[in-house]
Nanobody, 124 residues
């Protein structure tokens, strides 16, 4: 499985960005695609996750109400729509794929495959 994340960039406070994660390979064996983010000197942080099938989705408290996650199964693509961006959202964003129990979706160690990361910078 290969993941390619893109869509990052520089945006002002209050602006929006949409990240995309394109999956290729044997994705049918994986149940969940998630987004994590990381800033220098900090642990990687869970942002959002969604099942490839079914309605399950979940968000970190820090982004609830501002971020949404969606998928296009025909394109094997997951999207992270980020609205009302804040300086604290500045990070490298990674998409990840795996099959964690839904209750453990925020644990990065349970994801097998990772994209290369895309930088999001929110300027104030």
């Amino acid at each position: 499985v290969q993941l390619q994340a893109y869509g990052g960039g520089l945006v002002q406070v209050g602006g929006s960005l949409r990240l995309s994660c394109v999956a290729s390979g044997r994705t049918l064996s994986l149940s969940t695609l998630a987004w994590f983010r990381q800033t220098p000197g900090k642990e990687r942080e869970f942002v959002a996750a969604k099942r490839w099938s079914g309605g399950n989705e979940g968000f970190a408290d820090a982004v609830k109400g501002r971020f949404t996650i969606s998928r296009d199964n025909a394109k094997n693509t997951m999207y992270l729509q980020m609205n009302n961006l804040k300086p604290d959202d500045t990070a490298v964003y990674y998409c990840a794929a795996g099959s964690p129990p839904w209750g453990s979706r925020s644990y990065d160690s349970l994801y097998y495959y990772w994209g290369q990361g895309t930088q999001v910078t929110v300027s104030s």
